[in-house]
């Protein structure tokens, strides 16, 4: 079936360094959608993004969705120990959504 | 406005035993999706409510069931319990609208199921 890869599995950064996370799939994407889930939390949502190439941002994040609609991106500019937690990617199959193996950031003061 | 609630918070179990988990959606949302998310991974699709049926399943066995009321909460079900079935339960509602511009998923806290 479907599965949706996540690279890094960890990331620790220090305090202001930038963060990236990368979502791949071995099949295109009808669209991508971020969630975030700090610990012991639930996934919040971010961003959607749907048309190819598209990049969007929301103040120190920038989302990307690959031309060929089978890879996404969310990087973080100058984390903050707020940016702490587990960032996944997900995509929908019909009804169904599939979740990444998701990226846990751990950010040093 | 409420978002998701779910309860109880934490429930814990035997082998064998049956439990039953409760979602209200957000306010105005009417469809209710149902996830299992182990510790260190990402959240695993169970099933999606609409219009009170089952609309689609992931691969999980018959022993996890589900059902949608009126008023567009939902229970899971999951019989025979299994030291495999220990994990985070989240409930995630959204509006339905057409296949192609799937909605933004809003998670409950979730219900942190240990089974003994």
């Known amino acids: 079936g479907q599965q949706v890869m996540q690279i890094p599995q960890y990331q620790h950064v220090q305090e202001g360094e930038d963060f990236t996370t990368y979502c791949n799939s071995s099949?295109?994407?009808?669209?991508i959608q971020w969630y975030k889930q700090r610990p012991g939390g639930h996934p919040v949502f971010l961003i959607q993004l749907v048309k190819s190439g598209e990049v969007k941002k929301q103040k120190r994040l920038t989302f990307q969705f690959g031309e060929a609609k089978k890879n996404s991106s969310l990087h973080i500019t100058a984390t903050q120990t707020t940016d702490v937690g587990t960032y996944f990617c997900?995509?929908?199959?019909?009804?169904?959504?599939?979740f990444g193996t998701g990226t846990r950031l751990k950010v040093l003061a | 406005d409420a978002g998701v609630t779910q309860s109880p918070t934490h429930l814990i179990k035997t082998r064998g035993q049956q439990v039953t988990l409760r979602c209200s959606p957000k306010s105005g949302h009417d469809t209710v999706s149902w996830y299992q998310q182990a510790l260190g991974q990402g959240p695993q699709f169970i099933f999606q409510y609409y219009e009170e049926e089952e609309r689609q399943r992931g691969n999980f066995p018959d022993r996890f069931s589900g059902h949608q009321f009126p008023n567009y909460s939902s229970e899971l079900n999951v019989n025979a319990l299994l030291l495999g079935d220990s994990a985070l339960y989240l409930c995630?509602?959204?509006?339905?609208?057409?296949?192609?511009?799937?909605?933004?998923?809003?998670f409950g806290d979730g219900t942190r199921l240990s089974i003994l």
């Open positions: 099949t295109t994407l009808s669209n």
């Open positions: 997900a995509t929908p199959r019909a009804y169904k959504y599939i």
């Open positions: 995630a509602s959204s509006l339905a609208g057409p296949l192609s511009s799937n909605q933004p998923q809003h």
